[in-house]
């Protein structure tokens, strides 16, 4: 099946720590991305890259760092720099210069600070 | 700066009945539109995607319409069912550069038996 997957579906993680968020996609897609998602908030871009070895800040980077070594794999590392990341966090994926540009998205992974 | 709105942030409504979601923008330099479906702590399923440059778009008892010189497009839905409940999103994309979505906060739908 194609699609996007994340794991885990929940993350624990205690004050201090650092964590990584996995993401991967078998959709051949150049351009993938992470969002962060709140109660009551839209979804907030967090970074995004449309080409391996290559990635941008999105408007709240601040506090995560991500890599593109794959074209298929995109993860997030959420640092102990970041003050609140109990969230709910989705990756996406598009065609890169598609003319829809739709994204697709993963089933999110929750990650909660103890 | 891009800002999306929907409204109602959430409506209640008996099996059957036909609806209308709305969302609003701000900037009418628009790319595209995504209409998003949302489960309860589940990732976003797209619904419907509409071009800049089309009036609307329909998908079995989805149909979604653009209006990008006022700033709006509308989600209507026929014949509700309670499989619907779920929390609808929209998300525009600027027509220059980067491929950014920017999303409204939803409107969560209860379809009632």
């Known amino acids: 099946d194609g699609g996007i997957t994340q794991s885990p579906k929940y993350l624990f993680r205690k004050e201090g720590q650092n964590v990584t968020l996995s993401c991967e996609q078998n959709?051949?897609?150049?351009?993938m991305y992470w969002y962060r998602q709140d109660p009551g908030q839209g979804l907030r871009l967090i970074y995004y890259?449309?080409?391996?070895?290559?990635?941008q800040k999105g408007d709240i980077a601040e506090g995560y760092s991500v890599s593109r070594e794959k074209k298929e794999s995109f993860p997030l590392t959420v640092t102990s720099a970041q003050k609140n990341p109990t969230a709910f966090y989705l990756c996406?994926?598009?065609?890169?210069?598609?003319?829809?540009?739709?994204?697709?998205f993963g089933p999110g992974t929750r990650l909660t600070v103890l | 700066k891009q800002e999306v709105t929907q409204i109602p942030a959430a409506l209640s409504v008996p099996e059957g009945e036909n609806l209308v979601l709305n969302c609003s923008f701000t900037d009418s330099a628009i790319y595209n539109l995504q209409w998003f479906r949302q489960d309860p702590g589940k990732g976003l399923t797209s619904l419907l995607l509409i071009q800049s440059s089309q009036r609307e778009q329909t998908s079995g008892r989805l149909n979604a319409s653009l209006d990008k010189s006022s700033g709006r497009s509308t989600l209507y839905i026929a014949a509700s069912q309670p499989g619907d409940s779920a929390t609808y999103l929209c998300?525009?994309?600027?027509?220059?550069?980067?491929?950014?979505?920017?999303f409204g906060t939803g409107t969560r739908l209860l379809v009632s038996p």
């Open positions: 998300a525009v994309r600027h027509n220059t550069g980067f491929q950014k979505l920017v």
């Open positions: 959709l051949n897609h150049d351009a």
């Open positions: 890259s449309q080409i391996v070895n290559d990635f």
């Open positions: 996406a994926s598009s065609m890169a210069g598609g003319l829809s540009g739709e994204q697709f």
